[in-house]
């Protein structure tokens, strides 16, 4: 699951034309297995290195650069990226 988010967000930060080195605050909203993954330490630490996250929080704000509902797994998965200034 963290391996599928990961490459959702690299594809959010392709379509919001952020360049390759931007670092980004990700937003994410899910059930309690996605809120899982995204708080595990291990997963967590994977997906903000692998995606330049500077921060993983829960809840999608309006304001994002980006954002995107999917479903993985049989679980919805809403992400939400923005760009840090």
Known sequence: M???IVHRIQG???S???DIADHINTYYDGDDY???VMT???QAKYIAQETLSRSLAQGVPGDC???ES???SGHQVELGVKKVS
Do not use: I, P, Q, W
Request: no cysteine.
């Open 2 to 4: 963290a391996r599928e």
């Open 12 to 14: 959010m930060r392709r």
């Open 16 to 18: 919001a034309n952020f």
């Open 34 to 36: 996605v809120k899982g």
């Open 40 to 42: 595990d330490s291990e």
């Open 65 to 67: 650069d980006f954002k």
């Open 70 to 72: 999917f479903k993985l």
